[in-house]
């Protein structure tokens, strides 16, 4: 279950696209077999350093963003980077991908914006010296400490909505009946509301009673009853 996110890249999967500038770098379009069984994963080839692709989006200062992207790249040695556009510096130069392996693997890197930062280009192959041949798809940038499940886009950046996961419970907790919740969860990001529900059992109306538990802050859990009038810890 995820909360709702937005995919502020554009083509996300289609690098041979003008919204992604081609600095020397070499790209052919559905090359492989993509991570979802689709033939629409890239290929990028670089022939000399400094050649990339790269893709400029508005941005908020002092923000954190998530940059995740799929990446095939049996050699190991491809590299990325993001620029503060506004400063004309670098967040992260020629940064080694994070994650290695053989296959389909999903990289990942959060940063802040620097003050005063309100564009960024991202660069999800950025060579150096070494010149290697990856294959790419899946691309995304989120305003998030952490990556949600990809998010396909064309000519405009895309909203997921949150999920909602709901169970009819006509007859449970009736009036004289016991009954036993549990909750295992484990929340990968930081939430910016003060109250983080995990899980939340009511009637139609808020009045019919209900039953919640939840993390208050960062630490703190709680469980409480509300019968409609009165709420009660648990």
């Known amino acids: 279950i995820e909360e709702a996110r937005t995919n502020l890249l554009t083509y996300s999967s289609e690098f041979d696209n003008a919204a992604w500038s081609k600095i020397g770098a070499t ?8 991570p979802d069984g689709s033939l629409t994963a890239d290929q990028i080839v670089a022939t000399a350093s400094g050649q990339r692709i790269e893709q400029s989006i508005a941005v908020t200062a002092s923000t954190t963003y998530t940059l995740s992207w799929y990446s095939n790249n049996p050699s190991n040695d491809a590299r990325f980077s993001v620029l503060d556009q506004t400063g004309a510096a670098y967040i992260v130069l020629y940064e080694a991908y994070p994650n ?22 991202v ?35 895309v909203t997921r909505n949150k999920d909602f996961l709901s169970y009819p419970t006509a007859n449970w907790y009736a009036a004289g009946q016991a009954g ?16 983080s529900k995990l899980i939340y059992f009511r009637g139609n109306n808020y009045s019919d009673g209900a039953i919640r538990i939840s993390i208050i ?8 009853f509300w019968d409609g009038t009165t709420s009660a810890k648990i």
């Open 100 to 121: 290695t392996g053989n296959g389909w693997v999903r990289q990942s890197y959060t940063f802040t914006t620097p003050v005063g930062c309100v564009s960024i280009s």
């Open 217 to 224: 802050g960062t630490t703190t859990a709680v469980s409480e």
């Open 123 to 157: 660069r999800p192959v950025h060579t150096t010296s070494v010149l290697p041949t990856v294959y790419i798809w899946g691309a995304q940038v989120e305003a998030a400490s952490a990556a949600s499940s990809y998010i396909p886009t064309t000519t405009a950046a």
């Open 27 to 34: 790209v052919t379009a559905n090359a492989i077999t993509a």
């Open 180 to 195: 036993t919740i549990q909750v295992d969860a484990d929340r990968v990001y930081t939430r910016e509301a003060t109250d």
